[in-house]
């Protein structure tokens, strides 16, 4: 059973544009949400995050929203660069344990 | 770079066998954590270890083991291997003891099981 789901596994954006990923989650008891990046050949780097008591959480160009009633959180990435062409995570918290979406492949074209 | 280090970075055997994978985190962290990601999947969380101790469990089987040592290094190890365990394996690294604090990964170890 999937807590955590990244319903989309691709996505692919025009640069200077908006870049929308979203997670799905299960679990009501959890309660700090996390992005992390990866490229080819490297590990996970984390982006941001989001306690479950807040609902917006903004680092420069990345905002991550969180709808709690609808179990649901977005990465907002704006404006788009290619150098955001990576696969992201997301990932929550519950009894001291991460659990990971399977990702999403963000392409960003010029 | 992260300042994790994981070796090797490859690593190719056959089913049956023993292998052991090596961490080593960013200087001053005290927690490791160990991750699967199989093809496909998202990473799992295998196993965490905070200054020498166990202190979380996720879904690691019992033919899977890990350690810390004194100098804080991590290794895994997995006998028995099947296909299935064929995947990336990463190491992740924290100052602190929560996995909701920031982790640090390595760059992993792909494991082939033939």
């Known amino acids: 059973d999937q807590q955590v789901k990244q319903n989309s596994p691709s996505l692919s954006v025009q640069e200077g544009r908006i870049s929308i990923l979203n997670c799905d989650y299960t679990?009501?008891?959890?309660?700090?949400f996390l992005w992390y990046k990866k490229y080819p050949a490297e590990g996970p780097t984390f982006l941001i995050s989001?306690?479950?008591?807040?609902d917006k959480n903004e680092d420069g160009r990345f905002t991550v929203f969180l709808n709690k009633s609808a179990k649901h959180l977005s990465l907002h990435i704006v404006p788009s660069q290619p150098g955001d062409s990576a696969v992201y995570f997301c990932?929550?918290?519950?009894?001291?344990?991460?659990?990971f979406g399977t990702g999403t492949r963000l392409q960003v074209f010029p | 770079d992260s300042g994790v280090t994981q070796t090797p970075k490859h690593l190719i055997t056959a089913t049956g066998q023993r292998v052991t994978l090596r961490c080593s985190p960013r200087s001053g962290d005290l927690s490791v954590y160990w991750y699967q990601q199989s093809l496909d999947q998202g990473l799992q969380f295998l196993i965490q270890?905070?200054?020498?101790?166990?202190?979380a469990k996720g879904n690691i089987l019992e033919r899977f083991s890990a350690q810390q040592f004194p100098d804080l290094h991590s290794e895994l190890n997995l006998s028995s291997l099947e296909l299935g365990d064929s995947a990336l394996y990463f190491c992740a690294s924290s100052e602190l003891a929560g996995a909701a604090n920031e982790q640090f990964f390595g760059p992993g170890t792909r494991l082939t099981v033939l």
């Open positions: 270890y905070y200054n020498g101790e166990e202190r």
């Open positions: 989001i306690s479950s008591i807040k």
């Open positions: 990932a929550a918290h519950n009894t001291d344990k991460l659990i």
């Open positions: 679990n009501s008891m959890f309660d700090y």
